[in-house]
């Protein structure tokens, strides 16, 4: 994100501490082209600080930085699939760097197994996309009115009747724009000749959608 009262940009990605531990790590940059890691005391490695923000296995975390919050402790949100259940939490953070619960996490009982999407819609809700179920490769979508209370997830996205039979939905990733909300969807076209069922062999492509609600979801130009 660029932070608007600054202009800093900002970045969060997954990466991994030994032996296999997923962790969200922190940047930032002036530019948006050179980019420091700041040294934390957050989650130390052998003793070392680290740019390590949250330790607590995150799965799909995405990083929304909420400019209509008025509580500046809760101006960054998160959601995440979080240790110890694996399935999806919230969390909110005054800097993006130290994260809290926002709630008696899980806030929702689903292992995210990809990317989350996130963001606020104009009347002040929060919409999640995530799947509807651990190697369910479809869209589903939850959503809250106080971050705290998400509800039931619903499937809003999955392949038809037009789209190969090897194809799956990994994951929906959205933003606002102007009357709409434009995304990008992670088509996962599968190994023709793999019948099992995580099916792991595969290759990816995205594809443009839009939506004038965050329920029906409209794939601009489908097969492109």
């Known amino acids: 994100i660029r932070r608007p009262e600054d202009g800093l940009f900002q970045m969060w990605y997954t990466t991994r501490v030994p032996p296999t531990r997923l962790v969200l790590a922190y940047a930032e940059s002036d530019d948006g082209i050179v980019w420091r890691r700041p040294e934390l005391d957050i989650a130390p490695v052998e003793g070392r600080k680290t740019n390590i923000v949250f330790d607590q296995r995150p799965h799909g975390a995405a990083v929304h930085y909420d400019c209509a919050e008025t509580n500046a402790a809760w101006r960054y949100k998160m959601m995440a699939g979080a240790s110890p259940s694996g399935r999806i939490g919230a969390f909110h953070s005054a800097d993006g760097i130290r994260w809290k619960p926002s709630a008696e996490n899980p806030v929702i009982g689903t292992h995210p197994d990809c990317p989350i999407g996130l963001h606020r819609m104009s009347d002040g809700r929060f919409v999640a996309y ?18 705290r209370d998400f509800s039931e997830a619903s499937v809003v996205m999955e392949p038809d009747q037009d789209d190969p039979p ?15 909300l434009i995304g990008t969807l992670w088509l996962y076209y599968t190994d023709v000749e793999d019948m099992g069922f995580t099916k792991m062999s595969g290759y990816l492509e995205p594809e443009f959608v839009h939506a004038r609600g965050s329920t029906c979801w409209h794939r601009t130009a489908q097969g492109s």
């Open 130 to 147: 995530h799947r509807p179920g651990f190697s369910d490769r479809r869209v589903a979508r939850t959503e809250s009115w106080n971050f």
């Open 166 to 180: 090897n194809t799956q939905f990994y994951g929906l990733g959205a933003v606002p724009y102007g009357a709409y």
